[in-house]
């Protein structure tokens, strides 16, 4: 299993996600400042990822004061973590997490508050490992053996600190003993598919197909697919599903054509102050991820260029949620409600 992030004493290292499949190379993050570019760049990306990322971030931002006023040195790292990537909610939870942590030991000496901080940071890491484990074992029983899963962008090991959570379910249905084979959205226009999912599951050995997102509809309709699995960012309170743009197409289609549509993510995820998916804030990405691909521009100098990195679904076209609590199926504004309050 690809370990996507993990602290050191030389500082945060990641694998660096925008070289993936040509090179396997690794970032040393040495400064909280570091580790916010990393996370804005998409060196590293995820929710899960993200948000243990950012953990790391304070932890390291604070081993390194030495200001006179610690206090607001911890408030200035924790926002501009929290300024990198508005829609994951992942992000702010963790975040959170470490401010709880920190307020709670003011008054106690510097070394020991950043002992803790790098203590945390390590604990959330090690935690979403387990969690994505917990939503495998829930899910696996829900992936159709002896078909084909459809799955847009990468919610593998690579977008979590390790084994995934859309992808983490179908590891664990292989190795149940589900005959799998995966069929991966290219995922335009970062091709998170084509270059992160289908290198993760070739080096599981699962057999992978890549294909360009338009063509979803035409296998969807075949009666080749046996689900649809996904990965989110966000997820309201009524089951609406915020994750990468694209996501909300596939959706629809899987409804039209009778294939269940389901979404892989941990509890914290789950944003249940947001009422609806419409609240949700959507990233407006640089026009040059459309423009140019693998450096090499494709449209007209001088063209209009939209590009939202996410879209919402909304949760009539969601057959249920996994989480490592459990699967919540609708009305998800009990079924989701009842899982974060246990």
């Known amino acids: 299993m690809v370990e996507t992030i993990a602290w050191t004493d030389q500082g945060v290292v990641m694998i660096d996600q925008t070289r993936l499949p040509r090179e396997e190379t690794y970032v040393t993050c040495r400064s909280y400042q570091e580790v916010a570019d990393a996370i804005r760049r998409m060196v590293i990306r995820g929710a899960p990822a993200i948000g243990v990322a950012a953990a790391m971030g304070v932890a390291l931002g604070m081993l390194r004061c030495d200001s006179q006023d610690p206090d607001r040195e911890f408030e200035r790292i924790c926002a501009t973590l929290a300024a990198t990537r508005p829609t994951a909610v992942n992000l702010f939870w963790a975040i959170e997490r470490m401010q709880k942590l920190y307020y709670g030991l003011r008054g106690r000496p510097i070394g020991e508050i950043q002992a803790r901080l790098v203590e945390e940071a390590r604990r959330i890491q090690a935690e979403d490992v ?93 009666g080749r697919i046996g689900c649809v699995i996904v990965g989110a960012d966000r997820i309201a309170g009524n089951g609406d599903v915020a994750n990468k743009i694209g996501t909300y197409s596939v959706a629809v289609l899987a409804k039209e054509n009778g294939v269940p549509f389901y979404v892989a993510a941990p509890v914290s995820t789950l944003d249940l102050k947001l009422a609806t998916g419409e609240e949700i804030p959507i990233e407006q990405r640089p026009a040059v991820e459309v423009t140019h691909v693998g450096g090499l521009q494709i449209t007209p100098d001088g063209v209009s260029v939209e590009n939202p990195a996410f879209d919402v679904t909304p949760a009539r076209y969601v057959t249920a949620i996994i989480t490592e609590r459990g699967v919540a199926r609708p009305p998800y504004e009990e079924s989701l409600r009842r899982l974060v309050l246990g």
């Open 130 to 222: 387990a969690v994505n484990q917990a939503i495998g074992r829930n899910g696996a029983e829900l992936m159709p053996d002896g078909k084909t899963v459809l799955t847009h962008c990468n919610a593998g090991a690579l977008a979590t600190a390790g084994y995934g959570t859309a992808l983490g379910v179908i590891r664990a249905a292989v190795a149940a003993g589900k005959r799998i084979d995966v069929f991966a959205d290219e995922t335009r226009p970062f091709l998170q598919g084509a270059r992160l999912t289908a290198w993760e599951l070739m080096r599981d050995g699962i057999r992978t197909t890549v294909i360009t997102d338009n063509m979803a509809g035409h296998f969807l309709k075949s």
